[in-house]
Structures are given as C-alpha cells and as structure tokens.
C-alpha cells in the first residue's frame, strides 16, 4: 500500500510560481477603466496597488516568475502541504477509482489564502511601503493577511463586514491576536461608510462596501496599498504553488490524474490547483478533466453571463471580463457555505469559455452532506468552501463505481470548517435550507451590468 | 541551514508503545479501592475500562508494547507529526539556544488527544463492545473520542459540562458532526443528574459530575464501557508515541535536546513527550532537564501535596497517589487556560517526587503574551494549555541570551487554540486576570483528601 500522504521537502517547494496566461492562446480580457473603457494601465493600477503586484497583474507572457527566497521562506513554515490519499473514503464509497487530495488547511489561517496573502505583503514591504488595507467577510482573507503582514513588519488594516464581524467574533480575535486593526464596516472612519451608514444607519454592511472602505484608506494614506484575496490574476499566479506541489508529488509516485476538481468562488484555489496540468493540456502534451463546483445559489460560471462587469458592488473598482451574475446580485442569506462572489476570475472564466472545463453547482445541504461523509471517513472537518469539492469528487467517484471504471480524482481541500460550526449545526439540526435563485432572479441580476465595450 | 520541519516517514510511525513504568525503579503508587483501601485488581477495573486497557493499566513492567496495525493504520491519517525548528521565535528573541517543538496540533481534535482515543477505540472495538462513554470539559477529548469512534465504528456518547455546552457550542457541534450523542451534564439521563438538578436546579455542571454520569451509564449498559482522556497511566503509555517520534525526528538530524518541556494538567501531553527521553535518564544513559509547566492557579505540582486522593470531585474514581491540591478544589472560573485538573498523573508525580524533573508555575496573562509572541512569530495560533509550554520555553531560551549558552530546547505544542478565541479576546482587550490562590485557599482545600493508607 502506498503511503497516505506524499511530502514534498522544503527543497520542492515551488521555487517559481508558474504564470498559466503565458501558455492560453487567447488570453484572458483585459480589466478596463470603467471612465474610458480602455484597458487599466500600469500607472493607474499603482495608486492601488503595490508595484511589483501590477507589473504581475498585467503579464500575460512570462511563464515562470521567481518566488523570492524570503517568500520561499516563509512557505517553509507551513509547506509542502501534503497530498493525501482518501483510501478510507474510497473504502466508504465502495468505488474503484483513487481519490487524493491536496490539503492546504494546516496553517493557522485555515486554507490556501495564505500562499498569496505572503506574496502580497513580501511585495509591499520591497516597496518600503508601511500598511496595506483590505477587508474581509467570513475572516479568512483577512486572518491571512495579518499574518503574513506579522511576519513581514507590515500594518494591516482589515474592514470586516459588520454582520461577521459581530456574529463571528472568533476570527476577529485571530486577526488582532496577529496585530492586525480591524474596523467593522461600514464606518465612520471613511467618507464611504459614513455616507453608508447615514442612508442606513442599521445596516450589517457588505463585501462591497467592505471593499469601498479599503481602498478609500489605501489610496489616501501615505505608504499603504489595498491587496485583494482572489479573483485577480496576480492572486491566481501565487496559488500556483498548490497545483504545482501536487503535480510534483504525484509524479513522484507515478500517478496522473483524470480528472481535476476544485470548488471555486472568486477562482483563486481552483485557478491555483488545475494551473500546471491545465498548462499540459493547453500545449496539448497531456488531457485532463477539470470540474469547477460552485454553489447553486451563486451559480455564476452554470448561470451566469460572460459579460464585462464590475467586481464590486460598489462599482469603484475596475471592470472585468467574466461569467458573472450581475454585480448587484447577492447570494441569499440562508447560504452559509462561503463561495458568494457574483463574478469569477477572468483567467477561470476565459478557460471555461474556452471549452477547457466543466462546472456543477451544489445546493448546500448536499455539500454539508458530503462534508460529513468525508469529515467521518479522513478525519479532517473540511470548510464549507472546500466541500463543494468533496462534492463533486464523490459524485464522480460513485460514477466510477457505477461504471467500474478505476480512475484517478484529485480534489482541492482548501480549508478547514473550524470557524463555520454555526452553519454544521445548522445541518446538525436538520434545519439548512438553501435558496436557489429563478430564472426571474438572474434575469433581473444581470440587468445592473454596465454597457459592454467594442471588441478590444 | 536546517528545514524548517522535521518530518517522518509514515513507517517511522512508532511500532511500539514505550511503557515508561519499565524503567523506573520505584513504581507509581499503584490505584486504590477506596473501600478496601487495597489495590485495584483487573476484575475490579474491568467493569469500568475495556479489557486489554485494564492490563496496559497495571503492566509496570513490559517495556514495549506493539500497537497494533489498525491503531497504526489510523495514526497514518495524520502522524507522524512535525518537529520543528523555531527559527523565527529563535530570532525574535535573539537568543543563542536552539529551540524545537513537537507539533500535536494538526488534527481536527486539535490536539494530541487523538493518540490515545484511537488506542481506546480501538481495544473497545476489539473486545465487541457496542459503545464508550466519556465526559468532557472544552470538549477537545470529547472531539478526539467522537473522531477515534467514527473511524473504528463505536457509538460514543460524551457528557459535556453544561456551562460549555450551552457556552461553546462550537466543538459540541465537531462532535456532532461525527456521529457522538452529545449530552449536557448534569443531565436527566441518569441517577447522579437527576439528584443534582433536583439538589440545584440551575447548576451549570462540574468536571466531577459529568465523569460521574458518564461511568454510570458505562456501567450500566449493556456493551459499554468509559474511556478517560488524562491522568491514567494507558493514557501516558499512548502518548508515548509523541516523544518516540520526537527522539527518532531529532537523532535523525544528530540533536540531542538539553531542556524539555511540557504543559501539564493531568499530565498525559508532558507524560507521552518526555517518555523516551526520561527512559534514558533513568537507565543513566543520557541526562536532560525537564520542565513542566502549569498554571499559577491550578498549581498541582509546584504548591499540592504527594497524597492519595480521588481522581474526581464525585469521589467515584479509585485513590491515586498524586501531587494533588485536593479534589474538591476548583479553579479559579476566571482562569481560562485549560490544565484545571487538581491532581496529576501518578508517573509524573512519582517522577518529580524523586527530583527528576522541575515544575514551573504560570499566571495567564503572561502565558497569553507567550502566546501571543509565539503565534506572530511561528504562524500557529497555540492553544492555551501549550501556551505554558511555550511561556517556559521563552523564558529558558532568555536565560540562555543571558548567559551565552547555546543550549536545545524541545517543547510539546501540544494543541492550537482556535476554539480558545474568547479567551484570546480577553487578553486583546486587555481584560484578562487571574486568581492565584492564597497559602489558607490550599491549606482548606487539602482537608478534602481522605485519610492515607499505610505504607503499602
């Protein structure tokens, strides 16, 4: 029998992350100025963001970018992150197909957004800058953030979403442990918030408010900028140092997976996992199978139109070519598996356009479903994020039994559910339900998105 | 330099358990019938524990004990565990001494209670038994237990003391979500709750009442028996797999630690960390310092008395001779850091009455702010418990700044502390306290202990 869990050594981690842009023949669209309709410049991206972070943004040639050994070093403290073989799942299943994963829930964090989040505040500090911003809704962009922003000397202000902030003291509490400021928002510390909180003075806020908020304080503050935790190409290209681990520890044991499964919100763990194998199949030296599970009742690559729209509801930020849902559409509230972005990644977005993968949407109590099945069988309590994944593998993986076909799943599992007990008990109790939006919804949804440009 | 991690190889899993008692000359006082006054024999204890854990209980003798491949099997789904090198804390504190940490965290019970619950798991499943009972304090046994049962198929059924029930609800629903019956204690479920909630009605449960509940229903149904998560000797010889990993991962890179510490309670972490180590100390092969940290106001071991007492307030449990401040007495409420047992395991006490190692006292505040330091430095947010480990370890390796020494320090992080948040949020906010109990506090609450046995 194989081992459980194959380790790369500090030696295989990623020494570049790998830019998937370079081998798509057509290239992901372009963010454009909503003012002008041309595509964002360099210039104007700076007064946001940290430089070396646009100059990433905007290469769509270089294939291998190097990692800087002090970012290397601080993957060293939480990685290689195993690749697991789930043979107690497969035993459950009854299925003949090999089911691995790859875990990036062994840090503090709770999931993958630590691999950017050190990316990003590396960058910054390079710049001599002396804070970033950023703002957070369930908290795990942001716990990321103030951690890396500790171990780099950085300030790091986090605007978490009211609601959370409130209802989900926890990862507050994790984020000012690390040092991190954090300010529930809407606030009165930004002319967005407290024009906000004077048209509404009861409310719970939003990420796009959150968003506001964030880059109000970034670019009016001398010394800091605003990082953003997925949907961005930038944030893809650091997360390729997931499937890039797993693709070596697989090699090493001579396996090749069939079929690629990720859960996906924004794109960035998804993005991050299928990068080097949907590189392979791009240049056409190997074929994969690729599965985006998504949420049923935020189904923008099922549902969704492949339009230009903004990837704020506040429509401060930059248009972006994607399956989206409409920039004003919000996930019902009964929905508390994560996942809850209107929009997707352009990069996600122009490749399932492209043909090159397939997606599913979940309804929840079918994911928490799954999250126990796997919680009992592996051992690991998975986040609810992460189960859309569990999902799809063991759907598949019952396909295979159904079929006898003895193939080779891997799934991204890219947190864990230990602050997300309120929504387990919930399905505990019997008592989750989910709203799947109609037809009517999605018609309406998408009626906010702003006029398309002339082709580029 | 060195990795960061010091990672095994899922056959260097230790075969064996090492059954410490083997090598100590004078032997732990052994459990006594406190009717009799005499020893506990097997038949006694076999009503209560399941068979092959009654002979590991009393086995003074073999030094090895195999494991067996199914416990094995199921420490491969998250063992072995990392020891690593503090590099960053190290640095931090710029100090000469090299400091490691044994890391029991990475599982989803969060701590190193896993070891044991499969152990027990699994003997009880052997013997045919239908189900365990257990109680439950914060909940992390409970959770290990709950996690040990879903994997080798045993009903589990844990009393958890109602205050944490009602008041953290969130590991209560990692336990759920595993298949346990969760019940708050004092509970309506059997004869001692029943009498209490009758005796005080709006009682909010104790650690005492919970163990009495959950033996009574061992007892009383068919195929059941209670598991116990500390303190017992099987327990020490479980964990011992923590230290036997330890001494394979450092010899394998020609270290050998000077200084080890541990955070005790009942003393199972401190007990399963320093077995192979103490082993070698008692057969004059190698000599170490080592180091027990525990809370300034739980301080069994720096300011109790080595008597026999009950392991529990009901006075249900044998007599153990222990350091014990006497079992009815009870933590500070305002003390939130865990290790709230008021005695200590029997090895672990003999061992320190024969001057073989230290203990070191703690109040929390400052423990907190070890924590705090450690988690910015390392990543890991620590659980409380460790976080006494983690205070000891700082403080020795500023001893070591201060005199120029460059000695190994190896710790046991034995758990993180993501359900220990509202906690966290006191000391953030700055509202953390503790209560140190005065010289009368102890002298009354000794008064409690029974009258002592002659000489045996």
Chains 1, 2 share one sequence.
């Not at 909503?34 to 410049?41: I, L, N, V």
């Not at 403290?77 to 107690?88: F, G, I, K, L």
């Not at 070596?248 to 001579?254: D, R």
């Not at 339009?307 to 996930?331: H, Q, R, S």
Request: hydrophobic share 35%; net charge negative.
């Amino acid at each position: 029998m194989e081992n459980y869990r194959i380790y790369l050594t500090e030696e295989e981690i990623p020494t570049h992350y790998y830019n998937l842009r370079a081998d798509m023949k057509k290239k992901p669209a372009p963010l454009l100025n909503p003012g002008t309709m041309q595509p964002m410049t360099a210039e104007e991206l700076k007064g946001v963001f940290c430089e070396e972070l646009v100059a990433q943004e905007l290469d769509n040639d270089t294939r291998y970018i190097e990692i800087p050994e002090e970012i290397r070093d601080y993957y060293r403290t939480y990685r290689p992150s195993p690749v697991v073989r789930a043979y107690n799942l497969e035993k459950k299943l009854g299925t003949p197909a090999a089911i691995y994963f790859k875990f990036e829930g062994n840090n503090t964090s709770g999931s993958h957004k630590l691999n950017s989040a050190a990316a990003q505040a590396y960058y910054a500090k390079k710049q001599g800058l002396k804070g970033i911003t950023t703002e957070t809704g369930a908290g795990q962009w942001g716990t990321a953030m103030s951690m890396a922003c500790a171990h780099f000397g950085l300030e790091c202000k986090v605007f978490m979403v009211k609601g959370s902030y409130e209802q989900k003291p926890f990862r507050r509490e994790v984020m000012r442990t690390y040092g991190a400021d954090v300010v529930a928002s809407p606030s009165d510390t930004t002319q967005v918030g407290r024009s906000l909180l004077e048209q509404f003075p009861g409310t719970t806020g939003s990420l796009g408010c959150a968003i506001s908020e964030a880059v109000e304080v970034a670019v009016g503050t001398e010394g800091y900028r605003y990082v953003l935790g997925s949907v961005l190409n930038q944030v893809l290209l650091h997360q390729s140092v997931i499937g890039q681990e797993a693709h070596t520890a697989l090699s090493k044991i001579g396996v090749k997976p069939d079929i690629i499964i990720g859960c996906t919100g924004g794109g960035s763990n998804l993005g991050g996992l299928i990068a080097p194998f949907m590189g392979e199949k791009l240049r056409g030296e190997k074929d994969y199978r690729f599965i985006a599970a998504e949420p049923a009742s935020c189904p923008s690559l099922t549902r969704g139109k492949y339009l230009y729209d903004f990837c704020d509801t506040g429509n401060v930020c930059p248009l972006a070519k994607m399956y989206t849902l409409g920039n004003k559409f919000i996930p019902s509230p009964i929905h508390a598996g994560g996942l809850r972005f209107h929009g997707m990644s352009t990069i996600i977005s122009e490749l399932y356009d492209q043909g090159m993968m397939e997606a599913v949407a979940y309804e929840q109590s079918e994911v928490f479903e799954a999250a126990e099945i796997f919680a009992r069988a592996e051992g690991i309590l998975p986040a609810p994020e992460s189960s859309h994944a569990i999902k799809a593998a063991i759907d598949t993986a019952l396909e295979c039994k159904e079929s006898g076909e003895a193939k080779t799943i891997l799934f991204g599992l890219s947190g864990t559910g230990y602050f997300d007990l309120a929504a387990y008990q919930q399905f505990n109790d019997g008592t989750m339900t989910d709203y799947i939006p109609t037809d009517e919804d999605l018609a309406e949804a998408i009626k906010c998105v702003p006029p398309q440009p002339a082709e580029l």
